[in-house]
């Protein structure tokens, strides 16, 4: 079982090359093999979606993925998010609106709005309520991070 | 001359957002060091048993794995300490760090692993091999007292409290209202799980802990003295903190071990949980039976309750020991008017795992009691449960109004309060009689819709004290440094207003330390909705020590008076507007090292905010589902720091609070099996189930406790949900006194729509 696999992880376009065991979950890979400790892990079970990261466009959940399966894949992290010193909308509206408190499931949230409206940028009120509930959040009760997203939301169509 | 700029009062943006937001967090887990071995707890899978031996030769025969230690490894640690309503009947029931020839819960510690790598460490625990005698576990609370095990007993102690002739008051009673309640087995969880890193500085002498929470200070002193240290050479270190809410932050049996640990091996030593051992391992928290009565007179005044309850402490007494069923006795009372009163809290033990504190900690069982009483004395006596209400409460004449109680070491004395202002300015934010009117019609039509409203009184401030100092340094920049910790809230915020106010500099010039014992020597920390009551007095209290201190060394400098002289945004400047004036960097760099000052604020009273809940639900009758159509929350806060702090502390305690109402519970089988281990089984609300809300933060009864009228926020949004959702639910079953138990899960929600009532 120690036997490792080198690989290339593309995150937030860097390479970082690093052997991991094949059962490495993409989560502890960006974490503990590439350093970007801004992606959290909240269950290790994919339901709480503190772990959500940017794959291929697509939001994932990093805790239910192998590194191994993400070679080759453009991976994009919440420390990718802002420009420079400028924060994205997202993160903006978040801070605007108070969308967190403790801080910790907000990474996978920021992931997991921006790689909705990116694909989706028009998804209707609703959908965005169901997208918004497959992550957990313990202290904000929620209404402040909806309306951060609808914020950013109205903001990156604008763009 | 420019007019200052005042922060306290208003909803300036948080100071802690921005590391938080680009991912620079600095978790538990995020912090690593060089060489660091990895823990990994060996938990029992049996919920009661003898411990008869434990293999691990295959686990060491692992490559990659250092060390395993059983119980005889640390047979010298002494139990864990009570923190809080240590009574010395309980000592017997403390728990060592691991199971000692018994397995009491299932996921109690009973070895742990040490290996280079957590992967591997996890495949190691998994070969450790326990030897364990199954014994019949114990997991009713309410029933015949008994043997728990060969050395212990079942109920180690019974709380009771009271006042007045209660005998009396029922034998004169017009009528007597008796109720069977219960509440659910909850608890906070936190998003991150808790974590812990510790490493020996040999150089130093000085043995650190990472991931420290809630209570640094305490748990430093008695940590240390657990392994041998002392103060001096322990420092707990506070990191980002993903949610507290009571559970998080006390000493766990793998503080401790990963402690022990580094100082063994000379090695940091990583445990970080996973959720699985956060839901069997951390402390649970509410689950009680209360069987209560009132005694009233014809218009539903209460004359006596009369309340016996048994609170399932699981299988040892953790830090908090009694104080769970304490609050639950001494709080029952609420706003109103209880002429006499007795409260016996029976403290069981039960092969689960054991039990602390969860935000509003026996104030969410007896909220949800004592409102289920009130619904059912204005049922009795045919008025609505507002009318009840207002007939009972206690008027603001009678402030500050003694309860005759006590609890955590203080008298109960309710320091200010508008009860009535508050329960009309809620429902008419609510607009109460258009709800109720609009329901009517809606039932008529077949809907099964209903509201309800309770009330309630939170504490917060508990002292005794807290000591704070602030430092200008040499670059102008302020440091506050407190005793207090952070755990998302937004401590740092709230000090920095204070503190910008009484120095008058910018909010944002203020660096606020917090959760580091290396800092400050004593410190009390971020429990009982405390942190802004004291700590931010003692915010206060020392800016203005170090203001006067600024202005008179200013003063030697600028060859004027002190009175002469302001500090306006950072700037010390005269008041007449004439001549130079001098940045308070300058003046640091001029009179180094002595621009700083502490004070300590103490107090012996806790302060009491209250709140009106108000909800409106929809019963979905084929599936028991709630849709929660409206929430209305007024609470009182004497002064509020920072409103939307406030608002945003009330709307996460709602959340929570929905959940221990509708969804959450942490079930156990008949062989003591947890069955709640995942967040598929732990059912906690998501954007769909928390509605939004409407709150209202109001500075009515600011007390007089303290001069800037502060009283705490943290958990006045969780106290009175279950209490206000069971009323909504029996309006609109249109069944009064229909929901006894929480949570009412939506199995039990149509248990109930589809058996009729008089088969219940």
Redo the contacts between chains.
């Keep these: ?2 036997d490792k696999t080198a690989l290339t992880l593309t995150i937030n376009g860097r390479d970082h090359a690093i052997a991991v ?1 094949a ?2 979950t993409l989560a ?1 890979a960006i ?2 093999d590439c350093g ?10 994919g ?2 979606g ?1 772990c959500t990261v940017i794959v291929n466009g697509e939001p994932v959940r990093s805790c239910l993925m192998f590194a191994v399966q993400a070679e080759g894949k453009k991976i994009r ?3 990718g ?2 420009d420079g010193e400028t ?1 994205h909308p997202m ?1 903006q509206a ?3 609106h ?1 969308g ?8 996978g949230f ?1 992931m997991l709005a921006v790689g909705v409206l990116e694909r989706e940028p028009d998804i209707n009120d609703d959908d965005l ?2 997208v ?15 309306k951060a997203v609808r914020a950013a939301a109205e903001q990156m169509r604008g763009k | 001359m420019t007019a200052p700029t005042k922060f306290v009062g208003r909803s300036v ?2 100071l ?3 590391p ?8 538990a ?2 912090v ?1 060091f060089p060489g660091q071995w990895h823990m990994r707890v060996v938990r029992s899978t049996v919920a009661h048993g003898k411990l008869r031996g434990i293999d691990a030769s295959a686990a060491l025969a692992l ?2 794995v250092h060390a395993v230690w059983t119980h005889k490894d640390v047979a010298h640690i002494p139990p864990i300490p009570f923190r809080l309503t240590g009574l010395k009947e309980l000592e017997p029931y403390r728990q060592t760090v691991l199971a000692k020839d018994y397995v009491r819960y299932v996921g109690e510690p009973v070895a742990v692993v040490f290996a280079a790598d ?2 591997v460490a996890e ?1 190691a625990a998994d070969l450790v091999e326990l030897d364990i005698e199954p014994l019949a576990p114990v997991l009713d609370a309410c029933g015949d007292t008994g043997p728990f095990d060969d050395t212990h007993a079942t109920e180690p102690s019974v709380i009771r409290k009271g006042y007045g002739d209660v005998e009396a008051a029922f034998k004169a009673a017009h009528a007597v209202v008796t109720l069977a309640l219960s509440t659910g087995r909850h608890s ?6 808790r974590g812990a890193i510790a490493r020996y500085d040999e150089a130093r002498d000085i043995l650190e802990m990472h991931g420290a929470a809630k209570v640094p200070w305490w748990n430093r002193d008695h940590i240390a003295r657990m392994i041998g240290r002392t103060r001096a050479n322990m420092h707990l270190l506070e990191g ?6 009571g559970i998080r932050g006390e000493i766990y049996p793998e503080d401790v071990l990963v402690c022990a640990a580094a100082l063994a091996f000379n090695k940091p030593i990583k445990w970080i949980e ?2 699985r051992e956060h839901l069997i391992a951390a402390n649970h928290s509410r689950q009680q039976q209360h069987n209560v009565r009132a005694a009233i007179d014809a218009e539903g005044h209460i004359l006596a309750i009369d309340n016996e309850f048994f609170h399932d402490n699981g299988a040892y007494m953790r830090t908090h020991a009694a104080t769970v069923p304490d609050l639950s006795a001494a709080m029952l009372p609420g706003p109103y008017r209880v002429p006499a009163y007795r409260a016996v809290g029976h403290i069981r033990l039960t092969n689960k795992t054991p039990c602390g504190t969860y935000r509003a900690p026996g104030r969410y069982e007896s909220t949800f009691v004592r409102e289920r009483l009130m619904d059912a004395i204005a049922a009795k006596v045919g008025v609505d449960g507002v009318e009840i209400r207002r007939r009972n409460l206690i008027g603001k004449s009678e402030m500050p109004y003694d309860l005759h109680l006590e609890t955590l070491g203080t008298h109960i004395v309710y320091d200010s309060g508008d009860y009535a202002l508050l329960l009309d300015k809620t429902l008419a934010l609510a607009g109460w009689p258009a709800l109720q009117a609009d329901l009517k019609k809606r039932r008529a039509a077949g809907e099964m819709v209903g509201a309800g409203v309770a009330m309630f009184v939170e504490k917060s401030g508990l002292g005794p004290s807290d000591t704070v100092r602030v430092e200008i340094k040499s670059d102008g920049k302020v440091e506050v440094v407190t005793g207090v910790a952070s ?4 401590v740092e915020t709230a000090m920095a207003q204070i503190a910008a106010d009484a120095l008058g500099v910018d909010y944002t010039s203020i660096d606020v330390v917090h959760g580091q014992t290396d800092r400050i020597d004593q410190g009390a920390g971020a429990f009982a909705s405390r942190v802004t009551v004291m700590c931010g007095e003692a915010t206060r209290l020392a800016s203005v020590k170090l203001r006067d201190k600024l202005l008179r060394l200013a003063a030697e400098l600028m060859q004027t008076e002190p009175a002469a002289l302001d500090i306006i945004n950072g700037e010390i400047v005269r008041r007449d507007s004439t001549g130079p004036s001098m940045t308070l960097a300058e003046l640091a760099q001029a009179r180094p090292g002595e621009l700083s000052a502490e004070d300590t604020f103490l107090s012996s009273h806790m302060v009491y905010p209250y709140g009106v809940h108000v909800a409106a639900v929809k019963v979905d009758t084929d599936t028991g589902a709630v849709a929660v159509e409206r929430y209305v929350i007024g609470y009182d806060v004497g002064k509020a720091v920072n409103p ?2 406030v608002e ?1 502390q009330i ?6 609070g929905l959940g221990g109402a509708l969804l959450e519970e942490f079930v156990y089988d008949d062989n003591g099996e947890p069955l709640a281990v ?3 089984d732990y059912l ?7 509605p ?2 409407s709150i209202l933060v109001t500075e009515d009864a600011p007390s007089p406790l303290n001069p800037m009228g502060l009283k705490g926020a943290g958990e006045g ?1 969780a106290n009175p949900v279950g209490a206000v959702l069971a009323s909504a639910l029996d309006d609109a079953l249109q069944r009064p006194g229909a929901i006894v138990d929480l949570p009412v899960t939506p199995q039990r929600l149509v248990r109930l729509v589809k058996t009729p009532p008089a088969s219940i």
């Design positions: 079982m120690t065991e059962r490495r502890d974490r503990e970007q400790t801004g992606t959290h892990i909240g269950c290790e079970h339901i709480c503190a992290t919440v420390e998010l802002a924060l993160q978040f801070m605007d108070h967190l408190q403790c801080g910790f499931c907000t990474p920021l309520l169901d918004l509930s497959s992550n957990l959040c313990r202290c904000t009760g929620y209404q402040n991070i909806i | 943006a948080r802690e957002d921005r938080l937001l680009l991912g620079k967090g600095r978790f887990a995020d690593s490559p990659g957590q992967y495949d906070g969880v936190p998003m991150e799980t980002h903190v993903g949610g507290g809410f996973d959720r755990i998302g809230q937004g939307r702090l945003s709307a996460g305690g709602l959340a929570q995942t967040f598929a906690m609300p998501t954007a769909r189930e928390v939004a809300m949004g």
